[in-house]
C-alpha cells in the first residue's frame, strides 16, 4: 500500500518559490512524472526523477485559500512494463533556467502499475497538495487512491446509480410526490397525463351574462344559457 510520507521541495524548487515570494514570478506547473527510482543520496540536489516510467502534462490545479493541490489521474495505457511507483516529479517553469524539478516525492512501499494489457485499463488518482504559511515556506502531502480497472469502476458507478440508498434524498422526494411508499412504483398517472387531463377540462372561451352567456371547454363541451 503506498505510503508518500517523504516530500521534499527541491533547491531549484526553493529557489523558484523565493522568486514567486517575491512577487518576481507566478507558480506554474509544467508536468508530472512517476518513476521506478530509489534515492539513495541527496534528493534536494535532483534536478529530475531518477527512473521515470510515466508522466503528462494532463493535470488540474486548484487554489482554496492557502492550499494549493495538483490533481491527476494515471494509468497503464503506453506502458508496456509493469513497475513500482516509487517516485514522483513535480515540474514548473522558472523564468530563468526554464522547467525545473520543483518537489519530490517518494514512496518506500510502492504501489505497482501493471503493463497495458489489451482493453483493460488501470487508474489511479493522484493529488499532490501544498500549503503555503505565511513566512513562504511550503509543506507538501500526497494523496493516491486505490488502483481500479475500467471496469471496476463502471461497475461501481453502474451501482451507485441503481442503488436507491445512495440518493436518499432525492428518491424519498420522488416517493412523496407520487404519494408512494417506494420510489419506484409506477405512478397512477404521469406528468403528461395530467397535463393532457388539464387541458381537457380547461376553458377555452366564455360570456358570463347573467342573461345570455356561455362557457366553452378545451374538449368541445359547451354551456350555455338565457
Partial sequence: MAEWSNATMTDVGA???AKVNAGKTKLT?????????????????LTDVISSKWETTNFVVKLEGKIV???????????????????????AQDPDK???????????????????????????????????S????????????ALVTREQLTEAVKQHNTDISSHPAITA????????????????????????LIGQGAIVASKLDANAGFVKFANGFTIQWG
Fill in 98 to 132: 526554464g522547467e525545473i524539478l520543483y518537489a519530490y516525492l517518494t514512496d518506500p512501499e510502492p504501489d505497482r502499475m501493471p503493463a497495458e494489457s489489451g482493453s483493460v485499463v488501470v487508474s489511479q488518482e493522484l493529488t499532490i497538495g501544498m500549503v503555503f
Fill in 15 to 17: 529557489n523558484l518559490q
Fill in 69 to 91: 493541490s495538483v490533481d491527476t489521474v494515471i494509468t497503464n495505457t503506453g506502458i508496456h512494463e509493469a513497475f513500482r511507483m516509487s517516485e514522483i516529479g513535480l515540474f
Fill in 173 to 196: 422526494m420522488i416517493a412523496k410526490i407520487l404519494g408512494a411508499t417506494n420510489w419506484q412504483e409506477n405512478p397512477v398517472a404521469t406528468l403528461k397525463d395530467i397535463k393532457n
Fill in 29 to 45: 506547473f509544467t508536468k508530472i512524472k512517476v518513476g521506478s527510482g530509489v534515492n539513495s543520496t541527496n534528493p534536494l540536489a
Fill in 134 to 145: 505565511n513566512t513562504g515556506n511550503v509543506s507538501l502531502t500526497v494523496n493516491m487512491g
